[in-house]
Each structure stands twice: as structure tokens, then as C-alpha cells.
């Protein structure tokens, strides 16, 4: 499993120059950044276990009308076309004082990996129009890999890297880049144990 990891952490972002460094591990959650170059914003992931089958982990992560009541800071989450495992997705975030919302379309691609399995994201800003209620993602790469560990719990590591476009405060962007995966985190796990 360890090798896996190690794997996928090599490709899952290919854009990234820097290593990850751990920032936190705290309320059931690991957090790393990365610098990446030619920006301020660092890339983050989140390791988390989950005391669930991975099956039921898949579910919530595909069941996009329940994503805003789990994940940080989400205010919708909507089908454009194909299915939420393999298709295109719209969603908003909020944006934090006194900064605006931010909206993104991306590529969704699921595909397993031994014991795992990994839905891909890539933003595509130009597959939907602007709309006058937010600041356009313009750029945007995540991934979840979910492990079985046992038939009882599940490995989950979100990773994202993206320029959140506009003007937003340095500290402001990179607070938010450690606070996302910990808090969308133990949101998932919150959602998956109801």
C-alpha cells in the first residue's frame, strides 16, 4: 500500500515541482502543501481514515446533491452532462470575507487502481459561460484516492492544486489552502457514518 501511495502521489499532480511538506496532523486528518511554481498559492492534500467500507465512501463521494453539506465551503454542486463518476461538473464555492465566490467547471474521470480507485479532476473554465455571481476558476487539477484498508475502513487523500483567479489576499489563499482539506475531510466523514 505504502508503494502505491507513493506512486500515485508521484503522477496524481504532475505539475508540482516542490515536495510535499507536512503542515498538520490534527482531528483525524493529515494536511500537506507543496509550492508550485510560478504561483503564491501552495497545492494541498488531506489523509484521512475512515471508519467505512470503501463502497459507502464512493457513494457520498458520488452523490453530488449531498456534496455541499460536507465539503468546505460549497455552496452547489450540479451535473452538466455524463454522470458524477465520469462527466462534467459545475460547482460554487464561497468565497471568505472579503473575497467572492468562486465557480468551476471540471472533467471528472474515475478508474481503479489495484485496491483503489481514483476519480480525477481538471478544471475546464471555458466549458460553461461566466456567470455574474463569481469569479471564474480559470485553473484547477484535483484527485481522490480511496483504499480499502479493511472491510471496515477506507484510506481517503484529497489533493488539489488550482489558481483561484481574481485577487485574493496571500495569507487569506494559503489559510484556505490548509483549512479545505481538513475540514472537507472530516465533512466526508461526518456525511459517510450518518
Known amino acids: 500500500m505504502k508503494y502505491l501511495f507513493a506512486l500515485l502521489c508521484c503522477f496524481s499532480l504532475p505539475a508540482l515541482a516542490g515536495e510535499w511538506q507536512l503542515h498538520s496532523n490534527r482531528d483525524g486528518v493529515e494536511v500537506f502543501t507543496a509550492e508550485v511554481p510560478g504561483q503564491n498559492l501552495k497545492a494541498f492534500r488531506g489523509v484521512a481514515v475512515i471508519d467505512a467500507p470503501m463502497d459507502k465512501v464512493l457513494d457520498v463521494l458520488a452523490d453530488l446533491p449531498r456534496m455541499p453539506s460536507w465539503f468546505y465551503q460549497m455552496r452547489r454542486a450540479e451535473l452538466v452532462s455524463g454522470n458524477p463518476t465520469e462527466g462534467r461538473i459545475y460547482f460554487v464555492i464561497a468565497g471568505i470575507w472579503p473575497v467572492s465566490d468562486r465557480d468551476a467547471v471540471i472533467d471528472v474521470d474515475t478508474h481503479n487502481i489495484n485496491d483503489a480507485v481514483m476519480i480525477q479532476s481538471i478544471g475546464r473554465p471555458a466549458a460553461k459561460p461566466a456567470q ?35 485577487v485574493i489576499p496571500l495569507w487569506l489563499a494559503n489559510r484556505v489552502a490548509v483549512d479545505m482539506p481538513r475540514q472537507t475531510l472530516n465533512g466526508l466523514r461526518r456525511e459517510v457514518m450518518q
Open 132 to 166: 455574474s455571481c463569481c469569479v471564474r476558476i480559470p485553473s484547477l487539477q484535483s484527485s481522490w484516492l480511496v483504499s480499502s484498508l479493511s472491510s471496515t475502513q477506507t484510506q481517503v487523500i484529497f489533493t488539489t492544486q488550482s489558481h483561484p483567479g481574481g
